[in-house]
Nanobody, 112 residues
Framework: QVQLVESGGGLVQPGGTLRLSCAASRSIANIYVMAWYRQVTGKQRELVARIRYGRITDYGESVKGRFTISRDNTKNTMYLQMNSLKPEDTAVYYC??????WGQGTQVTVSS
């Protein structure tokens, strides 16, 4: 079984920065897709960012230009660099690995 452990969430003011990490219990060098999703209570989980083949990236429209997804295969870790955070970014953020593995989620709160 694959375990994904998230960290880096917290409380930040609008305009601030956070970096989320997702550490995998196995090598991620040959993993097809890893991604970040987020979910607000009562709403659908949405795709935030995705990285395929370790290099091809996609972003949700609301985070383009502000968030960056990356992988460090030597550390078996995926990251989400979040800049210029907005209150609308407040959510629980989850990491995902193909074929169907999820992290436990980490809370991000953007508030004054």
């Amino acid at each position: 079984q694959v375990q994904l452990v998230e960290s880096g969430g917290g409380l930040v003011q609008p305009g601030g920065t956070l970096r989320l990490s997702c550490a995998a219990s196995r090598s991620i060098a040959n993993i097809y897709v890893m991604a970040w999703y987020r979910q607000v209570t009562g709403k659908q989980r949405e795709l935030v960012a995705r990285i395929r083949y370790g290099r091809i990236t996609d972003y949700g429209e609301s985070v383009k230009g502000r968030f960056t997804i990356s992988r460090d295969n030597t550390k078996n870790t995926m990251y989400l660099q979040m800049n210029s955070l907005k209150p609308e970014d407040t959510a629980v953020y989850y990491c995902f690995m193909s074929s169907n593995y999820w992290g436990q989620g980490t809370q991000v709160t953007v508030s004054s």
